[in-house]
């Protein structure tokens, strides 16, 4: 099952070859091949499907009785090189039963509802995450969109792999071409929260901020057994010293840092790395904090390249000659609140699925992830619900939701839509949004 959402057993984590982990990095064949199903899904269940500009596609049910722009629930395809079969797969898996409940039971929405397939959401294999929502936002250039290289050789272009698929619509990427009502995402929660304290549903209510960076350290290379330790400029030392610094300045401030991408040249047992390059991910809920930890970055890993000893970074080390550093902001993304009104048609909705317990089996969270309603939070009323997943696995083979989770999210996921159509309905009203 290429799409799998749940797995028959909740009570074991999955081990058959076919029931663990995903590999469908965006604009890849196999990502054609979910498309593919998407699309031919969601026009059998008589929605008009529409890809624009950077293969988003966009699989509408006609509303009844007004005329308007879909409500939408959205997430993404695409995974991460060894990721799971959850994160995004669950949000747009439900997005179609959704449908197929709605035409099923012969159900007439007020407006048109809609799901949304975003592309590139993990930046896995074009490095940029929330690419296309971001496009549809106008938080990212067009041109910067389709000219961004695959990390894998022979590093084609998003657009070119959108032409190679057939997936380059001829609609314009914008909210204004595509424009939307609201945006629902249910999701995993990626960690181990809702778990741990025994909830069932998570009410989002933002995105905490992040940043990506790009360093690059340049030093020299020369032999390992003919090059004392005074003498050595080497890269992957100050490297190091710089990764260990960003988690300390992470404790001191609350905040989050991780180093997931390490290139060094020229790569030999015996001679000392002369150049290397490493990514850099740092979030935070406030944006405050994202810029203060931005300073001390800028400041401490330029100190640490000249030699300098910061928090004790040189303790035991012989003190040699100086490398220099670049740094490349790559991502920035802010931290969001969502809106009130669709956090309220979730709550409103989780206490219908859940019943009288609901109080117990709820909690409100800040995501601490980015996900596509971030950039459609700019511009249209959004908002998110979270599921558990096991251990608080995530990207990775052995991310689990199980069956019951998995069916009670989808639920709650249709009941906000719903809410939030009659609430269009009841109010006559438009939510005025910056450029709208």
């Known amino acids: 099952m290429a799409l799998g959402m749940c797995n028959r057993n909740a009570n074991k984590l999955p081990s058959a070859p076919t029931e663990t982990g995903m590999s469908r990095l965006a604009l890849s064949d196999a990502d054609k091949q979910a498309r593919d199903w998407f699309i031919q899904t969601t026009q059998a269940l008589g929605c008009h499907t529409t890809v624009d500009a950077m293969g988003n596609i966009f699989a509408v049910r006609a509303g009844m009785r007004n005329d308007g722009p879909p409500t939408y629930v959205g997430s993404h395809l695409d995974t991460q090189p ?3 079969r959850y994160d995004g ?3 747009v898996t439900a997005g179609v039963e959704m449908l197929k409940v709605l035409t099923d039971n012969w159900v007439e929405t007020e407006y048109p509802v809609g799901v949304v397939n975003w592309t590139n959401e993990e930046g896995a294999r074009f490095p940029m995450s929330m690419l296309s929502s971001g496009v549809w936002a106008s938080a990212i250039p067009l041109t910067t969109a389709h000219c961004l290289r695959s990390i894998h ?4 272009t998003v657009s070119e792999e959108l032409s190679r698929i057939g997936y380059l619509g001829s609609v314009p990427c914008s909210y204004e071409s595509m424009p939307m009502a609201a945006h629902f995402e249910l999701h995993i929660e990626q960690g181990p929260l809702l778990e741990s304290s025994a909830r069932k549903i998570g009410i989002v209510s933002g995105v905490q901020a992040y940043r990506w960076y790009t360093i690059e350290v340049k030093g020299k290379e020369t032999h390992t057994g003919t090059t ?3 003498n050595r400029a080497d890269a992957l030392l ?3 010293k710089m990764i260990l610094h960003s988690h300390r300045l992470a404790t001191t401030h609350s905040a989050l840092a991780s180093t997931g991408i390490l290139t060094l040249k020229p790569g030999s047992t015996n001679t000392i790395p002369g150049s290397v390059s490493f990514s850099l991910d740092i979030r935070a809920p406030a944006d405050t904090t994202v810029q ?10 330029a100190a640490i390249a000249a030699g300098e000893d910061i928090l004790c970074s040189n303790d035991y080390c012989t003190p040699s000659l100086p490398c220099s550093v670049s740094i490349r902001t790559d991502s920035d993304s802010p931290a969001v609140t969502f809106h009130p009104d669709c956090i309220k048609a979730v709550t409103e909705a989780a206490g219908s699925a859940l019943g009288p317990d609901a109080e117990k089996l709820t909690m409100e969270t800040v995501s601490g992830a980015g996900h596509d309603s971030v950039y459609t939070s700019k511009r249209v009323p959004t908002s998110m619900i979270f599921v558990p997943c096991r251990d608080g ?3 990775n083979p052995r991310e689990f939701t199980s069956p019951e989770d998995c069916a009670l ?4 996921l249709l009941q906000s839509v719903l809410r939030f159509d009659k609430m269009r309905a009841d109010r006559r009203v438009t939510w005025n949004y910056p450029g709208k």
């Open 409 to 412: 999210g989808a639920q709650v």
């Open 82 to 84: 060894s990721g799971g």
């Open 238 to 240: 100050s490297a190091a």
């Open 153 to 156: 050789y022979p590093h084609p």
């Open 393 to 395: 696995v995530s990207h």
């Open 292 to 301: 203060t930890m931005d300073h001390h970055i800028r400041r401490d890993f």
């Open 228 to 230: 004392d330790l005074k």
């Open 89 to 91: 797969i669950l949000g």
